[in-house]
């Protein structure tokens, strides 16, 4: 079920770690109107996560990690929304599938961004591939919307 609609303007986006990870290609010092509308998003609440994504990124020792942490306010946590969700996501992945990433002792955030991305409503933004069990596919088959990283930034106005 998803939350009433707020009376907004913007779209909200939800990005999957392999989106973030991708945002090393643009550093910083090269490509700051890039990183300014990333933060103006991150913290207007344009753009978010999911707290499993935090998770997945701050593991390693590097720029995205070190951004992750101090963005933190963005990763939103489970909340009843989505626990009642991920149910409904849960049911569109192979039984197999499912088993198989569950049970890995890595974090595990795709089906929860999909989840997030009902409760809100958002688009999703991922370098998946839309195949079985990847997140466009999965969205796909709940009515999400999903973005490559390069489609978000024609989508939101960012120009190299």
């Not at 489970?78 to 198989?100: F, H, L, M, P, R």
């Not at 009902?118 to 195949?131: D, R």
Request: some cysteine; charged content about 30%; hydrophobic content about 40%.
């Amino acid at each position: 079920m998803a939350r009433q609609l707020k009376l907004q303007l913007s779209q909200i986006y939800c990005i999957d770690s392999d989106s973030l990870i991708e945002l090393k290609r643009y550093p910083i010092d090269v490509f700051p109107s890039v990183w300014q509308k990333i933060e103006a998003m991150a913290k207007s609440g344009d753009l978010i996560s999911h707290f499993e994504v935090h998770k997945e990124i701050t593991n390693g020792k590097d720029e995205i990690a070190d951004w992750g942490k101090s963005h933190r306010k963005m990763f939103k946590d489970v909340d009843e929304c989505q626990s009642t969700e991920i149910v409904k996501v849960q049911g569109k992945y192979d039984v197999d599938a499912w088993a198989k990433e569950i049970n890995k002792t890595s974090p595990w955030a795709d089906p929860w961004l999909i989840a997030l991305a009902i409760c809100e409503p958002a688009m999703v933004v991922t370098e998946e591939g839309n195949k079985p069990n990847k997140i466009p596919f999965v969205a796909n088959l709940l009515e999400v919307k999903c973005l490559k990283l390069i489609d978000f930034f024609r989508t939101i106005g960012i120009k190299l």
